[in-house]
T-cell receptor
């Protein structure tokens, strides 16, 4: 299947700093990318959906100013956690799909964020 | 709204045992149904899917049948291997929107012992 690369796989940052996570589709053009957050022993929670060249659509309860999403090209989307706090510590996963039909979404490896 | 309920884990089996992980859903319309697998330290991979009622998805010895009457999509495998140890997620895609967002269950951790 297609490859989605997420970077970094792990990051530790200090409270108050910002962290950027990258999601790249390596061998296809991702018109749509999704960002999820996975809590321990919980399911993946969809945070936002981004379409290339337009503003991301955030799910209810997700702070837009806290979690900045940029999808500037068909192969790259970034999630920036601004002014991180310990409660932002979590596993963040992106997925990418081509087209708007019910095609398969391919997932990145995930990023473990720890805020100290 | 859409939701997915799957069997709470963890599930621990011996090699060659039969596996069932239950999954039921609530959704409007006619969603597509998926099982994803997450191996330790890796991202999610699509295991199998079914797009309409009575469809059976299958892959790597795993099977699941889309049962509209019981709103279920239970995952089964006749003989598990140690390499099947992973977290399994049941999911559905919302056909109502153009992006076909996925809604996931909580995941079931499967451990297979030799």
């Amino acid at each position: 299947g297609a490859v989605v690369s997420q970077h970094p796989s792990r990051v530790i940052c200090k409270s108050g700093t910002s962290v950027k996570i990258e999601c790249r589709s390596l061998d296809f053009q991702a018109t749509t990318m999704f960002w999820y957050r996975q809590f321990p022993k919980k399911s993946l929670m969809l945070m936002a959906t981004s379409n290339e060249g337009s503003k991301a659509t955030y799910e209810q309860g997700v702070e837009k100013d806290k979690f900045l999403i940029n999808h500037a090209s068909l192969t790259l989307s970034t999630l920036t956690v601004t002014s991180a706090h310990p409660e932002d510590s979590s596993f963040y996963i992106c997925s990418a799909k081509a087209g708007t039909a019910n095609t398969e979404a391919f997932f990145g490896q995930g990023t473990r964020l720890t805020v100290v | 709204g859409n939701s997915v309920t799957q069997m709470e884990g963890p599930v621990t089996l011996s090699e060659e045992a039969f596996l069932t992980i239950n999954c039921t859903y609530t959704a409007t319309g006619y969603p597509s149904l998926f099982w994803y697998v997450q191996y330790p330290g890796e991202g999610l991979q699509l295991l199998l899917k079914a797009t309409k009622a009575d469809d059976k998805g299958s892959n790597k010895g795993f099977e699941a049948t889309y049962r509209k009457e019981t709103t279920s999509f239970h995952l089964e495998k006749g003989s598990v291997q140690v390499s099947d140890s992973a977290v399994y997620f049941c999911a559905l895609s919302d056909p109502g929107g153009s992006n076909y967002k996925l809604t996931f269950g909580k995941g079931t951790l499967l451990t297979v012992n030799p």
